[in-house]
Nanobody, 125 residues
Framework: QVQLVESGGGLVQVGDSLRLSCAAS????????MAWFRQAPGKDREFVAA????????YYADSVKGRFTISRDNAKNTVFLQMNSLKPEDTAVYYC??????????????????WGQGTQVTVSA
């Protein structure tokens, strides 16, 4: 059974940093894309960042480009999201996702097959 477990969320102030982690178990994702999405109250789930299996292809949402960094450690089957210069509008539940397909990097939530339970990030002004 595949599981994705996020950690690292919390309550921070504007300008602070957080590092989210997502540990996968049940299968290896070293050839599959993994991504972060987020959902704020009353809003749709939105794409944040995605990384290919080998880490050579990375995409970011414009709203986080230059502030967030996605990375992965395939030896640990884990993906990370380093979030710097946090803003109140970054407040959301952050979800980790993984594709079952290999050699593809999707940007839409509907293309991801596995999801974590989410971790809350709250940025206080």
């Amino acid at each position: 059974q595949v599981q994705l477990v996020e950690s690292g969320g919390g309550l921070v102030q504007v300008g602070d940093s957080l590092r989210l982690s997502c540990a996968a178990s049940g299968r290896t994702f070293s050839s599959s894309a993994m991504a972060w999405f987020r959902q704020a109250p009353g809003k749709d789930r939105e794409f944040v960042a995605a990384i290919s299996g080998g880490g050579g292809t990375i995409y970011y949402a414009d709203s986080v480009k230059g502030r967030f960094t996605i990375s992965r450690d395939n030896a640990k089957n884990t993906v990370f999201l380093q979030m710097n210069s946090l803003k109140p509008e970054d407040t959301a539940v952050y979800y980790c996702a993984a594709e079952a397909a290999i050699y593809n990097v999707a940007l839409r939530a509907s293309e991801y097959d596995y999801w974590g339970q989410g971790t809350q990030v709250t940025v206080s002004a």
